[in-house]
């Protein structure tokens, strides 16, 4: 499911659907159409939400 940028909100897990390899990440901050995403396999990237549509990650929250 692409993540509306409203909705993105620290905590959120995502995906970059254009580097699959990085894995997925957790969403630090977002100010602005501008994200800082945690991903496990490539770190803190600044992500510019006007150009790339993340992914949301389904997650069981019980």
């Not at 499911?1 to 970059?16: F, Y």
């Not at 254009?18 to 770190?43: I, L």
């Not at 992914?55 to 019980?62: F, M, P, Q, Y």
């Amino acid at each position: 499911m692409t993540a509306i940028p409203s909705l993105l909100t620290p905590g959120c897990i995502v995906r970059h659907p254009q580097c699959p390899d990085w894995g997925v990440g957790q969403v630090q901050s977002v100010v602005g159409m501008k994200a800082t995403v945690n991903f496990e396999e490539r770190g803190k990237v600044v992500i510019n939400l006007a150009v790339v549509d993340l992914d949301l990650v389904e997650t069981d929250r019980d």
